[in-house]
């Protein structure tokens, strides 16, 4: 008889782990999956694939999704100026949608039978997951042991263990999610809301008490709210290509820093509290120079509505509401409103902040204002003094007339 056969999204983390083996005894035919969105170093591939071997996959996939992640989720955060609960950058979760496209397509080029994840049901990521899988092949059945067995990360390690396989100490005690965004850390004391991680639970930014007690300066360049160019210090600027290549350089660059480390608590799509640690120093770095720019050249009334579409937006991917034409409408939007955020800002990294310094644009709205003689502070040829007087007068009337009304109460 044939064998059944399942594309397993491989990280080869604990869980990952956990499920091959358990699907090879169950006589599944496993086939690995690993989508690389940024969480592979050097040699960490080769690793993942060795991992995948030893525990019995049949065929290892590795799929490089980074450029197409920076085009289609990147690159509209920063348009959006999203952070989640206005503190944080959606590290892996908004990647999950990339994740699960391609895991999808290996299956479907492989005839598979079934595709898997290593999600658990107290999370949001398997609803990621097979919102991804139901939309794109609802033929396929999902299986998800650690969801649907509800086991501890302790019993799967004495699973593996009992097998004869290696864990990782670290493993057992946190879940590590890597990627471009940024690297989130779950486990330990953030079951809880009062400790903070440790120092060496985290993965690579340095504490603030190790960062050089010297800052570096970037120029950061910007067309039309993308970022096309970055220099450190006035050195020749980071390759732009390929399209991540800037982002990935700042999060090497903010970590040694100190930037970019936070723990994220907020409520989940399923309704439960979730606390999490994250490092994303390029996305905060970025967002930061981007807004800043935006201050310089949009009017009030575009940032103040941009900012309320722009959570939406991020909201709705966090919570993988990937496929409803509305996110469509929100990326034209977003689109729009970038037309005029081009030019340069110029940003501080030290000790573990991130201070814009100044911006400039052909499109400033400050320096149209100044070449017709209005600068803020010091005077204006545009209006008199009796002009601004009467202004100020009309403008409060409707404050002195609501408190006239309210002392007759």
């Not at 086939?31 to 525990?55: F, K, P």
């Amino acid at each position: 008889m044939t064998k059944r056969k399942i594309v397993l999204a491989f990280s080869g983390g604990l869980d990952t782990s956990y499920a091959l083996v358990s699907f090879r005894e169950q006589g599944w035919e496993v086939i690995t999956a690993n989508i690389d969105t940024g969480g592979l170093h050097s040699g960490e591939g080769e690793s993942v694939r060795a991992r995948a071997e030893e525990l019995g996959s049949v065929q290892h996939f590795v799929v490089d999704a980074r450029e197409e992640l920076y085009r289609r989720v990147i690159t509209y955060a920063i348009k959006a100026n999203y952070l989640r609960n206005g503190g944080y950058p959606s590290c892996v979760g908004a990647e999950r949608l990339i994740q699960a496209e391609k895991v999808v397509q290996v299956a479907l080029e492989n005839g598979a039978d079934a595709v898997a994840h290593g999600s658990t049901g107290a999370g949001a990521d398997h609803v990621r997951y097979d919102a991804v899988i139901r939309a794109l092949a609802p033929q396929l059945e999902i299986v998800t042991p650690i969801r649907d067995e509800r086991l501890t990360r302790e019993q799967e390690t004495t699973f593996l263990q009992e097998r004869g396989y290696e864990v990782s100490a670290k493993t057992t005690t946190y879940s590590i999610n890597e990627g471009l965004i940024g690297t989130t850390i779950g486990g330990g004391e953030t079951y809880g809301s009062w400790d903070y991680l440790p120092e060496d639970a985290w993965t690579y930014t340095k504490s603030v008490d190790d960062a050089p007690a010297e800052g570096v300066e970037l120029l950061l360049g910007f067309e039309q709210g993308e970022v096309v160019s970055c220099s450190v210090d006035g050195a020749a600027p980071i390759a732009a290509t390929p399209n991540y290549a800037i982002l990935k350089a700042l999060n090497e660059l903010g970590g040694e820093h100190g930037v970019g480390r936070g723990i994220h608590m907020g409520s989940t799509m399923v309704g439960n509290l979730a606390r999490v640690g994250f490092e994303a120093p390029g996305m905060l770095i970025l967002i930061a120079a981007h807004r800043e720019l935006e201050r310089l050249v949009l009017s009030n009334r575009q940032q103040a509505f941009k900012a309320t579409l722009g959570t939406t937006y991020g909201d709705l991917l966090h919570e993988a509401v990937y496929y409803d034409p509305i996110l469509d409408d929100f990326r034209a939007f977003l689109d729009s409103s970038q037309q005029r955020v081009t030019g340069e800002v110029r940003v501080r990294l030290h000790k573990g902040n991130v201070v814009p310094l100044g911006s400039r644009s052909p499109f400033s709205l400050l320096d149209a204002a100044a070449q017709q003689g209005v600068v803020y502070g010091y005077g204006s040829s545009l209006w008199t003094g009796e002009q601004a007087r009467a202004f100020a007068h009309m403008y409060a009337m409707p404050g002195a007339i609501a408190q006239v009304a309210g002392m007759k109460s």
